[in-house]
């Protein structure tokens, strides 16, 4: 196979269009709803799918961010390297925090940990005496982060510098949820230990929620990539990804016919079935099957039986302007939110974005 060849090859699977400057709009329009606080982005697990690398750049040299915040301290070497050209000292944060065997990996990549436990704590101090390093207060969601009643003696211990103070919210997708304004009111107790350091609470989340939540560093994700932090669809944030596959073959049924694995959908009267080169290995949920819908040519088109791994079939009968092979089915996009295509196929919006398969061709605009 040639180059061409393998090209071609891989335009006959399922692609992303990343609109890059929608991205830099939604940074900037987080950036604006809390004004008074820096905005960081959060690029962890491949900026959500979107992909770490082109997003971070794009958020460093278009919309100015020079803060970062990842899972890993793995990501963290790799977004260094990334972001070497744009934003070589940009400050990038690790949520997980140190481990005795990942220490190299700060110093080498000039990482900053959360500080999450005792144990890291006295690793870090030990180490890196005096280097700063966020710290992660639990404040009610008992995932990860310090206890209040330990700060004290975390402050305390010789060699600690907090420059973020930091906690998270249980509850963002419910504004007003009566837990969110309980964390924030312990957040603010607890901060009072550390006058010196910056102080980070909100989410995409507790971004759009009132400025009680912004504070002075800001951490949105989800809502950089497009989607929807709430229990609803917020139409303030643009959409980034547009998510295609080919039809490559169209079918006419009689009605008792089936369609797909387990015969789940059968036709009731002469249906036509195009099928499409895109299934649960891209990232689209067997959930959607017979719910989820695209768009072809400008009309919507419901899916028709089960979502395979490579393949689905859409019910294409009552399309005002039938589809040929080789016409896209849109999945995701302006006019498919990730909050209705979640929706519909019973998962959450992290959940659809973050598992995007590694063959789902990126294409940057
Ligand atoms: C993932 C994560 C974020 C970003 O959350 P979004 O809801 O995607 O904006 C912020 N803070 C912490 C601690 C996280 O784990």
């Not at 959060?42 to 971070?56: D, L």
């Not at 009643?149 to 919210?169: C, K, P, R, Y």
């Not at 016919?257 to 499409?276: C, E, L």
């Amino acid at each position: 196979m040639n180059k061409k060849d393998a090209k071609d090859a891989v335009t006959s699977g399922p692609w992303a269009e990343i609109d890059l400057s929608a991205l830099c709009a939604n940074y900037d329009m987080l950036s604006a709803a809390a004004p008074a606080a820096e905005t960081a982005g959060v690029v962890k697990c491949n900026a959500y799918g979107v992909g770490m690398e082109p997003a971070a750049k794009a958020l460093a040299k278009r919309s100015g961010c020079q803060t970062f915040f990842v899972a890993y301290p793995e990501e963290g070497a790799i977004l260094r390297a990334a972001l070497a050209g744009d934003a070589p000292d940009a400050d990038i944060f690790v949520f997980h925090g140190p481990s005795p065997t990942t220490l190299g990996v700060f110093r080498d990549a000039r990482l900053t940990p959360v500080i999450n436990s005792a144990e890291q704590a006295g690793w870090w101090a030990q180490a890196f005496p005096s280097i700063p390093c966020a710290l992660h207060a639990d404040t009610g969601m008992n995932r990860l982060g310090l206890g209040l009643e330990t700060l004290g003696d975390i402050n305390a211990l010789s060699g600690m510098n907090v420059s973020v103070f930091m906690s998270h919210l249980a509850c963002g997708a419910e504004p007003d949820h009566e837990m969110n304004a309980r964390q924030r009111d312990a957040f603010a107790e607890a901060s009072a230990l550390f006058p010196d350091a910056r102080k980070s609470l909100a989410a995409s989340a507790g971004v759009l929620m009132d400025a009680s939540y912004h504070y002075d560093v800001t951490r949105p994700g989800i809502a950089l990539y497009g989607a929807s932090p709430f229990s609803e669809d917020e139409r303030r944030i643009k959409s980034v990804i547009t998510l295609k596959a080919p039809i490559i073959q169209i079918r006419d049924i009689n009605p008792g016919d089936s369609v797909g694995y387990n015969a789940t959908f059968t036709a009731t009267k002469p249906a036509r079935i195009a099928t499409v080169s895109i299934g649960y290995g891209d990232g689209i949920p067997v959930g959607g099957s017979g719910r989820a819908c695209a768009i072809v040519n400008g009309e919507r088109a419901q899916i028709a039986g089960r979502v395979s791994m490579d393949l689905i079939g859409l019910d294409i009968t009552s399309l005002a302007e039938p589809p040929k092979i080789g016409d896209a089915a849109a999945f995701l996009g302006p006019d498919i939110r990730i909050f209705e295509a979640a929706s519909a196929c019973g998962v959450n919006s992290y959940e659809l974005l973050t598992g995007l398969g590694g063959r789902v061709d990126r294409r940057y605009l």
